[in-house]
């Protein structure tokens, strides 16, 4: 077998020459990164529940950006948590928007290396036109279309927002310990409000199924706890 000394050669240059690139590419990012700082906090939106109360609630995939130029950008998770890293020293313009919640721009300063923090509360949207409080529901499948067509909401000014058992049960829907937990109360401010607007007999008339309210209800907090 013969051996080609020279296209060997070439390979071999060729490697060095890639890996060499690699280190250079590495070096420029840790040197762009050295002396930069991050930014981390919490976004909560206070959502209007009945005409005169409000519920503050993380925002879930609240939009924040920057004017650094930098594509700096980034969405909040599920317990409405953010960071935005790699930013340097100095003046940051941040703007924070959700749909429904009035965008609130900010300007920060970071005067050194190293982490801060941010707690942001946005308002609903002025503009926008009320909405009739929300009560949350679980209810079977075959209760679910009377649950909506009950004199109930109209007679007392309400929304429903219904969750079906056996959807929760094969995954279809999805209601999380932390959703839940923002329904009743949720909930519970907007059953102060019917015991002040109108007495206790709207109780008679709810329909079963209202989170918070009826003991059966409280029962299918399981079905949340077995989402995938």
Same mark, same amino acid.
């Given at each position: 077998?013969?051996?080609?000394?020279?296209?060997?050669?070439?390979?071999?240059?060729?490697?060095?020459?890639?890996?060499?690139?690699?280190?250079?590419? *590495?070096?420029?990012?840790?040197?762009?990164?050295?002396?930069?700082?991050?930014?981390?906090?919490?976004?909560?939106?206070?959502?209007?529940?009945?005409?005169?109360?409000?519920?503050?609630?993380?925002?879930?995939?609240?939009?924040?950006?920057?004017?650094?130029?930098?594509?700096?950008?980034?969405?909040?998770?599920?317990?409405?948590?953010?960071?935005?890293?790699?930013?340097?020293?100095?003046?940051?313009?941040?703007?924070?928007?959700?749909?429904? *919640?009035?965008?609130?721009?900010?300007?920060?300063?970071?005067?050194?290396?190293?982490?801060?923090?941010?707690?942001?509360?946005?308002?609903?949207?002025?503009?926008?036109?009320?909405?009739?409080?929300?009560?949350?529901?679980?209810?079977?499948?075959?209760?679910?279309?009377?649950?909506?067509?009950?004199?109930?909401?109209?007679?007392?000014?309400?929304?429903?927002?219904?969750?079906?058992?056996?959807?929760?049960?094969?995954?279809?829907?999805?209601?999380?310990?932390?959703?839940?937990?923002?329904?009743?109360?949720?909930?519970?401010?907007?059953?102060?409000?019917?015991?002040?607007?109108?007495?206790?007999?709207?109780?008679?008339?709810?329909?079963?199924?209202?989170?918070?309210?009826?003991?059966?209800?409280?029962?299918?907090?399981?079905?949340?706890?077995?989402?995938?």
């Amino acid at each position: 077998m013969t051996i080609n000394h020279s296209t060997t050669l070439s390979q071999l240059k060729a490697t060095v020459a890639l890996i060499a690139a690699i280190i250079i590419c *590495m070096t420029a990012q840790a040197q762009q990164t050295h002396g930069c700082t991050s930014l981390y906090g919490r976004v909560i939106g206070l959502m209007p529940v009945t005409p005169c109360d409000t519920l503050a609630i993380p925002l879930s995939h609240a939009s924040i950006t920057t004017d650094t130029g930098r594509g700096h950008g980034t969405l909040t998770d599920e317990a409405g948590y953010f960071m935005l890293d790699s930013l340097r020293p100095g003046k940051h313009h941040l703007i924070f928007s959700y749909v429904g *919640m009035e965008t609130l721009d900010t300007t920060v300063i970071l005067h050194r290396q190293g982490d801060y923090q941010l707690f942001v509360r946005m308002n609903a949207d002025a503009s926008s036109d009320p909405q009739p409080p929300l009560l949350t529901m679980l209810v079977p499948r075959d209760k679910m279309q009377m649950t909506i067509d009950s004199r109930f909401w109209e007679q007392y000014g309400l929304r429903c927002g219904i969750y079906i058992n056996e959807s929760l049960a094969d995954g279809s829907q999805r209601l999380t310990p932390t959703g839940f937990a923002y329904a009743i109360m949720s909930n519970f401010i907007i059953f102060d409000y019917l015991d002040r607007t109108f007495g206790c007999r709207w109780r008679a008339d709810a329909p079963h199924g209202i989170i918070g309210l009826d003991a059966t209800a409280g029962l299918d907090i399981d079905l949340c706890y077995r989402q995938r």
